[in-house]
Each structure stands twice: as structure tokens, then as C-alpha cells.
């Protein structure tokens, strides 16, 4: 286990050691006053839309309002840097996501970052993301994709919606696996994406899968893999990438975390009352609906994907050179 992931989980698990009295005391008290959901997202996103929904089911649950506040910019670190910033008293929450573990290595000049200034609470969700071609490309399968890029070196657009953000990594980790040459081409967002590869300016894209399916089942684009570890029940046809490509899996997921220093039974609280909202039936057919798998869990858990996702992609950062100021 390397230094990062050492520290963080050291992070994760040395919250938990405080007076037996403080804890109780807590336990009685919180929470007292509305709280707050930091999102690294503008409304109307998918993670910004899970964020509801948890934070209405919370709200239900603990008595207190759960504000969501939307602080899109700079790649998540404008959310994670007002959380991390926050009193660590448990009403400033953060919406941890992808991206700040991959911004560990992104931006390395960061002087706050998800594993050394966020207690791990609890996970949300993972969702995979699918391979699309443009309906006229040659490839039907990921295998022919494969062959297809090594016979054309160089002549293989992949589009992305942003640089150094999932739907990029996709594609360098795909790279970096398979040994295939093709151009990066980034656009502002995933509309801009999907119309990109529709007509053709593109050839390939890794999306999501919840805003790639209504363009899959049209017809519009062509999905040939996805990269999680089990078929996904929207696309229950398209195979798994990592069927060709062992070991290549990717999913993006959602948690949530609290400033350094937030009391171990203010996060324990906070666990529970996310997995009772993960399992009411509102939140589970929301997110069914938009194709995203509800992933319960402990801390420790959480402590322990945030570490492995930021060791996994801070490799794919390094072997694709980026960098982010």
C-alpha cells in the first residue's frame, strides 16, 4: 500500500478515535439546524439529481433540511475546497465523486485535496460507461474496434467532454491497456459530444450510460462495450469491454464526505442515514430510471474505493502525460 492511500485511510479510520462522552453527547444533539450538500456540478447533471434525491430522503429522515448547493468549476475542486474549508461540525457535506480522485494527480499543485482534507462517509452509487461509434463505422464489437485502430494508427478521433475529466480517462486507460494509437478531441460537455459523433466529426466516445442511452435505442450512435464488471440492465445486449480487454473496468461513482476533523459519530450518523436512503424505494426507482446502481456501504468501504480509484487513475494520469494548473 503506497504513502497516498496509507494516509488516507489513516484519515479515515483515526476519526473514529474520540471520547466515549463527546460521542454520546453528539449522538443527542445532531443534526439541530438545516445542512448543507455540496455539488461539484450546475443543476440539472445526473450527480446533481442523485444529490436530490438522497438529500430529500435524508431531510425526511433526520428532521432538518439538506440544501443542495451547486459550485460547478475548476473540475470539482471549488466544491471539494468550500467543504474543506467548512467547520468539520457536519453540516457542510461534500458530493464526492471521480473526479476528485483523479484530481489528486491531475492537479498536482493543489494544496487541498479529497484524501487529505475529507472523511470518507458513505458511497452512493456506481454507474458504468459505454464504447459508442458512429453508426457508419466499421467496427461492430470491441475486438474489431481494436484491430480496426491498430490497422489506422492515428486516425481514430475519440471525443471526450473535457480534458482530464471520466469520460477522457475512458479512453487513456483503454489506450494505455490496449496499445492503440488514436487522437483525443475534447468538447464542452456531452451534448456537444454525442452531436460530434453523429455527424461524424468524431468516431468513438465513452459516455455514460444513462445519457447514452436514449441515442443508443434511436439508433443515432452504436454502443459496442461497456466498461463496468457485470452487463448493465438498460443495455442488458452490449457486452463487456473487459471481456476482450481483461482488467479494463471502469465506473463512476458518488459518496459523500466531510471536512477533516468531523466528529467519528456525526460521520457514523451520517453513513447510516445515506444507506436507509439508498434503500427507500423512491431513491432506488429514481435511479433505476436513469440507469444508476445504488452502492451501500461503510466508511471503511468508502475509505477504501476513494484510496484504490486514486492510486488506479493517478497511473492513467501520469502514462497520458496530463496536467492540469
Known amino acids: 500500500m503506497n504513502t497516498l492511500r496509507r494516509r488516507f485511510l489513516h484519515l479515515a479510520i483515526g476519526s473514529t478515535a474520540l471520547p466515549m462522552v463527546s460521542l454520546i453527547a453528539g449522538a443527542q444533539t445532531y443534526p439541530s439546524r438545516p445542512m448543507s450538500l455540496i455539488v461539484f456540478v450546475p ?4 450527480p446533481d439529481i442523485i444529490a436530490r434525491l438522497i438529500g430529500q430522503s435524508m431531510s425526511r429522515q433526520l428532521g432538518q433540511p439538506v440544501v443542495i448547493d451547486n459550485r460547478p468549476g475548476g473540475g470539482g475542486n471549488l466544491a471539494l475546497a468550500a467543504v474543506a474549508r467548512a467547520p468539520a461540525d457536519g453540516y457542510t457535506l461534500l458530493l464526492v465523486a471521480t473526479p476528485h480522485a483523479i ?3 491531475l492537479y498536482e499543485k493543489n494544496t487541498v485535496t479529497v484524501t487529505r482534507d475529507i472523511v470518507p462517509v458513505a458511497s452512493i452509487n456506481q454507474d458504468s460507461f459505454v464504447l459508442l ?4 463505422f466499421p467496427a461492430k464489437g470491441v475486438a474489431e474496434f481494436i484491430s480496426y485502430a491498430k490497422a489506422n494508427p492515428g486516425k481514430i478521433n475519440m471525443a471526450s467532454s473535457g480534458t482530464g475529466n ?5 479512453s487513456e486507460l483503454f489506450r494505455m491497456m490496449t496499445g492503440i494509437d488514436v487522437v483525443h478531441v475534447p468538447y464542452r460537455g456531452t451534448p456537444a459530444a454525442h452531436s460530434a459523433l ?5 468516431q468513438a466516445f465513452f459516455d455514460a450510460v444513462g445519457s447514452s442511452v436514449p441515442h443508443i435505442q434511436s439508433g443515432s450512435l452504436r454502443a459496442l462495450g461497456v466498461t463496468g464488471t457485470e452487463r448493465v440492465s438498460v443495455l442488458p445486449d452490449i457486452p463487456l469491454i473487459g471481456d476482450v480487454v481483461p482488467g479494463y473496468v471502469v465506473t463512476g461513482w458518488l459518496g ?3 471536512p477533516k476533523g468531523t466528529a467519528a459519530d456525526i460521520v457514523e450518523r451520517l453513513n447510516q442515514e445515506i444507506n436507509a436512503a439508498l434503500a427507500d424505494p423512491v431513491v432506488k426507482a429514481r435511479m433505476a430510471d436513469i440507469g444508476s446502481e445504488p452502492l451501500p456501504g461503510s466508511t471503511a468501504e468508502f475509505a477504501n474505493l ?9 497511473k492513467v494520469v501520469k502514462f497520458a502525460g496530463l496536467k492540469a494548473e
Open 256 to 258: 459523500v464526505g466531510v
Open 43 to 46: 443543476a440539472g447533471g445526473t
Open 133 to 136: 461509434v458512429n453508426p457508419s
Open 306 to 314: 476513494v484510496a484504490r480509484e486514486t492510486e488506479k487513475w493517478s
Open 198 to 202: 453523429m455527424a461524424g466529426d468524431v
Open 166 to 170: 471520466l469520460t477522457h480517462l475512458c
Open 103 to 105: 484530481n489528486v494527480t
